[in-house]
């Protein structure tokens, strides 16, 4: 079955460049969107964006300026960029597979804490 | 944005009860409403999509069902492992939004 595995730098600075990279195994790759949910200690669910197979994104307008989405079809993974982190941005980030929308597969998560 | 309101907020149950909980949009959403349940320390788990298609592998004991700007999860006979929070989540536009999550606690 499709399994995402994720990884990424655990510890920021503020300021610093937030990157995740996600894998995408057991299953197609294309025909799908790909997307990126965080999630602030104690708090609730936020839609970061997505990016499809062939690099078609779209971004939530509160994070637009300083989020930015790739896409290696080849390798069959995806990654996200954020900049300028601040304490704020600490949260757990998940990838996660875009049916139709709806979210059906998720990697397991990355805690992203931001200190000086 | 479309925003999503859940209520209510949290709830106490005991196993074998039945609940509802309901998820109010800002606007009118097309039939692209989604449940999940997340259990604390792990992901979201996709539980009801299409505002009332069982995901594959999920219990029938999680059903959705509403329209135009409310919907509603219920979960017919409470279970020891249904105790989480159920969040809920439009795609019917972009930005994607979800609720704030509904709690629900052993009583």
């Known amino acids: 079955q499709v399994q995402l595995q994720q990884w990424g730098a655990g510890l920021l600075k503020p300021s610093e460049t937030l990157s995740l990279t996600c894998a995408v195994s057991g299953g197609s790759f294309s025909g799908h969107y790909w997307s990126w949910v965080r999630q602030p200690p104690g708090k609730g669910l936020e839609w970061i964006g997505e990016?499809?197979?062939?690099?078609?994104?779209n971004i939530s307008p509160s994070l637009q300026s300083r989020v930015s989405m790739s896409v290696d079809t080849s390798a069959k993974q995806f990654s996200l960029r954020l900049t300028s982190v601040t304490a704020a941005d600490t949260a757990v980030y998940y990838c996660?597979?875009?049916?139709?929308?709806?979210?059906?597969?998720w990697g397991r998560g990355t805690q992203v804490s931001v200190s000086s | 944005a479309i925003q999503l309101t859940q209520s209510p907020s949290s709830l106490a149950a005991s196993v074998g009860d039945k609940i509802t909980i309901t998820c109010r949009a800002s606007?009118?959403?097309?039939?692209?409403v989604a449940w999940y349940q997340q259990i604390p320390g792990k992901a979201p788990k996709l539980l009801i999509y299409d505002v009332s298609e069982l995901e594959s592998g999920v219990s029938s004991r999680f059903s959705g069902s509403g329209s135009g700007t409310e919907f509603v999860l219920s979960i017919s006979s409470l279970q020891p492992e249904d105790f989480a929070t159920y969040y809920c989540q439009q795609y019917s536009d972009y930005p994607r939004t979800f609720g704030r999550g509904t709690t629900v606690d052993i009583k």
């Open positions: 606007q009118v959403l097309r039939s692209a």
């Open positions: 996660a597979r875009a049916g139709w929308g709806n979210l059906d597969i």
């Open positions: 990016i499809s197979h062939r690099g078609s994104i």
